[in-house]
């Protein structure tokens, strides 16, 4: 099993930033780490991944070009940078874990169904 843990949410004005953090423990081993999000009345969609062993980030269409993902692999954290925020990333963001998600193939990374962990999820609000 893994557990993660999410912080670093809250209200922040358009045009601002917000750094979420995430934090896996546990012994099962997993490939990639990620992050999804839910706004009211939408699906959850990804946002961004990356390697726990290779420096190769992927984004989704909403955070390309805005948003940064790291990692550190010996902490076992994960952080996604996000700037220049707009009222249409108010969400629940979620921190997710995958066993199965292979560097390269695109939907084993941005597939939610491919991400066995998940942490409880932080909320974002973007708002003036």
């Known amino acids: 099993q893994v557990q993660l843990v999410e912080s670093g949410g809250g209200l922040v004005q358009p045009g601002g930033s917000l750094r979420l953090s995430c934090a896996a423990s546990?012994?099962?081993?997993?490939?990639?780490v990620g992050w999804f999000r839910q706004a009211p009345g939408k699906e959850r969609e990804f946002v961004a991944a990356?390697?726990?062993?290779?420096?190769?980030?992927y984004y989704g269409s909403s955070a390309q070009g805005r948003f940064n993902i790291a990692r550190d692999p010996t902490k076992k954290t994960a952080g996604l940078q996000m700037n220049r925020l707009e009222p249409e990333d108010t969400a629940v963001y979620y921190c997710?874990?995958?066993?199965?998600?292979?560097?390269?193939?695109?939907?084993?990374?941005?597939?939610?169904?491919?991400?066995?962990?998940w942490g409880q999820g932080t909320q974002v609000t973007v708002s003036s």
């Open positions: 990356i390697s726990w062993n290779w420096d190769v980030p």
């Open positions: 546990g012994r099962t081993s997993t490939s990639f």
């Open positions: 997710a874990a995958s066993m199965g998600a292979v560097l390269g193939i695109m939907d084993s990374i941005t597939n939610q169904s491919n991400y066995q962990f």
